[in-house]
């Protein structure tokens, strides 16, 4: 009978970043369990996510390559800036002898991670609450062109429109109480996300989102779920 992993993941907030520190462990056990607690936290749609690693234990250095794969996750959507925090020098040593430290910043403490993360591309975001209804799409729309004339991101507008009515459209059918959209831009990145309260729905992916995003998915999140679409902005 295999035993249960014993990491843990410690999670905060300082100056609107997600700080994560992994305690334990980490081997093929456990790499699922580090995998979605990042997700799941990245999906709260923080300003940025700061990994701590002096607590993690790594089952060998080939370990590592885990953070690659969120730093794929997270550079995509949620769209936001990922540093590692390492502080012992044969931990630095390790990540600096792989492709990891050319991805994102390896800072020596969380003060400097801070710092490297709070100086981002230019950001604008802006958020929605919304009760699940039948006017919901609507109201939808008028927020995110409200956003994007204001951004003057005219020409992702009209495919914007269409995928936002989608991602709020299946939020509705499956019944949740409200709902949280979301568009933001970095850099000419547009990115939609719709938030609810259904951690279990089960709803097909809408073909406009193929037809129209750059990428697009579905996250587990804290008591539910986000879908999300990328675009180019102008």
Not at 16 to 42: T, W
Not at 154 to 182: F, K, M, N, T
């Amino acid at each position: 009978m295999t035993r249960p992993s014993p990491l843990q993941l410690i999670v905060w907030s300082r100056h609107h970043l997600a700080v994560v520190q992994p305690v334990g462990r980490l081997d093929l056990s456990s790499q699922q369990r580090l995998l979605d607690g990042l997700f799941k936290v990245a999906a709260t749609e923080p300003a940025a996510l700061v990994v701590i690693l002096d607590k993690l234990e790594l089952g060998s250095p080939s370990s590592l390559g885990i953070f690659h794969r969120v730093w794929r996750q997270v550079n995509v959507w949620p769209d936001i800036p990922m540093a590692l925090v390492a502080e012992d020098p044969e931990l630095q040593q390790a990540i600096a002898a792989g492709r990891l430290a050319r991805l994102l910043p390896v800072c020596p403490t969380l003060t400097e991670a801070v710092r490297v993360c709070r100086s981002p591309p230019s950001v604008r975001q802006r958020q929605m609450h919304l009760p699940c209804g039948d006017i919901s799409g609507l109201r939808a729309r008028l927020f995110v062109t409200e956003a994007c004339l204001d951004w003057g991101q005219h020409e992702p507008l009209g495919d914007a429109l269409l995928i936002v009515q989608e991602l709020v459209s299946a939020a509705v059918a499956e019944g949740g109480p409200e709902l949280w959209v979301r568009v933001r831009l970095r850099d000419i990145r547009l990115t939609l996300s719709v938030r609810d309260r259904t951690p279990d729905a089960l709803t097909q992916t809408p073909p406009v989102l193929g037809q129209l995003a750059l990428a697009h998915g579905r996250t587990p999140s804290p008591g539910g779920g986000v879908s999300w679409a990328v675009l180019r902005g102008q």
